[in-house]
């Protein structure tokens, strides 16, 4: 087994772990963390792809790596929306729940 | 087993158990801090993959800004959590996600043991036109000549996500000042670690950025490490965040999407294709617009961290 091949086992189960914390957790911040954490993996998986592209004198494909660049951005922006509807959330009503009852 | 392969699988090992941690943490501030650690554990993965330009990416953004941005979260929603632990589900759909988070990651892992050999890359024409682009560095030719468009559109995005943000605030406040006025002790750590950091931190910023073109490094990150020294100085207190409705800070969101479509459009002109740039000047037209996305860029991370205004403009 090669070392681009753990890091491949290694996303997978990144993945897996994002997506049950992402539906066991009811706190909406923890849903948010679960989002990067799936988001770490998939990022992780297209670094795999990368590495086993490598040709050309370069160590990895570029063009998945700058597609990773490009999607931490994304991640980001998403994140710094969903934190500010959260508050915003908590704000109006003292409370944080994705509850529709009560 | 190779020194290298038991370090990787060690590595690997290591993020898994700090993912896990993060899940199991009973407290969201420390599963932030968890996640922070996962950030930069996945920044050397990054290093171990030949990846050097997406590790300074993932300690900047991944880690470091969004774990900034998610610590200040959890401190203000502290009071919710001991409410939001009685909506914790049963044992069942525990056992049904447990088992259909299992299933997605064997899936996974299958496809990625059964990928071609050999793997499909773009590699050697990113090589082959490298020189056409007149830079060093493949992934920042990949990012502003051969799928320029997927930046330009990641500038909007970023924009999108601060129009979005803003909206969020309620009337009485609007045009006012993002967040609460932080107050540090002058004499403090803080404050001094701030004043000693900012301006070293503007030079590593700008560095990392400039090296790009033949080095790792590029735009974003150097735009995320001047975002980091603006918010720094603002926990310091040592500056106030602008009023939204200020004038200069609008200029300064779009400037750098709006040339940055000014020299796409002008492409159509001067070669033929919308974002094409004409042989000669490449590398001169790529620098015009790296400069204001830059500043774009920083500026855009850092009023998202501030958030959406909650204190009422001085009149």
């Given at each position: 087994m090669s070392s681009v091949t753990v890091y491949g086992l290694c996303s997978a189960v990144l993945v897996g772990l994002g997506l049950f914390s992402l539906i066991v957790h009811p706190q909406p911040l923890r849903k948010i963390l679960a989002f990067n954490l799936i988001g770490g993996g998939v990022f992780l998986l297209f670094g795999v792809v990368a590495r086993r592209g490598a040709e050309g004198g370069f160590g990895g494909d570029p063009v998945p790596q700058a597609l990773v660049i490009t999607g931490l951005v994304v991640a980001f922006a998403a994140t710094a929306l969903a934190v500010a509807l959260l508050l915003r959330l908590f704000q109006e009503t003292g409370r944080a729940t994705l509850r529709s009852d009560g | 087993m190779t020194i290298a392969l038991a370090f990787d699988t060690g590595l690997a090992a290591l993020v898994v158990g700090v993912a896990i941690w993060t899940i199991t943490a009973r407290e969201a501030f420390a599963a932030v801090v968890g996640f922070v650690a996962y950030g930069l554990l996945l920044a050397l993965v990054w290093v171990r993959l030949a990846a050097p330009d997406v590790a300074l990416t993932e300690a900047a953004i991944g880690s470091g800004v969004t774990g900034g941005l998610l610590l200040g979260a959890s401190t203000r929603l502290r009071r919710t959590e001991t409410p939001a632990a009685g909506e914790k589900p049963g044992a069942t759909l525990r056992l049904a996600a447990a088992l259909l988070c299992t299933l997605v990651s064997t899936g996974l892992a299958a496809i990625l043991l059964l990928l071609p050999e050999p793997a499909p890359t773009l590699a050697p024409q990113a090589a082959a036109n490298l020189a056409a682009t007149g830079l060093g560095n493949p992934v920042t030719a990949v990012l502003m000549a051969y799928r320029a468009i997927d930046t330009l559109l990641e500038t909007v995005v970023l924009l999108l996500a601060l129009v979005g943000v803003w909206s969020l605030a309620p009337d009485h406040v609007w045009g006012g000042f993002p967040g609460p006025r932080h107050h540090a002790d002058p004499d403090g750590v803080l404050t001094f670690i701030a004043q000693l950091l900012v301006p070293v931190g503007i030079l590593v910023g700008i560095h990392i950025f400039w090296v790009g073109s033949v080095a790792p490094g590029g735009e974003f990150q150097g735009a995320t490490i001047l975002a980091a020294m603006w918010i720094l100085a603002m926990m310091a207190g040592l500056v106030d965040a602008p009023p939204v409705s200020r004038c200069w800070l609008r200029l300064l969101l779009v400037a750098g999407p709006a040339v940055f479509l000014a020299i796409g459009l002008a492409g159509l002109a001067?070669?033929?294709?919308?974002?094409?740039?004409p042989v000669d000047y490449a590398k001169l037209l790529i620098v015009t617009i790296e400069v204001p996305v830059t500043l774009s860029i920083a500026a855009t991370l850092a009023v998202l961290v501030a958030g959406p205004p909650e204190r009422a403009p001085r009149r």
């Open positions: - | 001067m070669a033929g294709a919308f974002l094409g740039y």
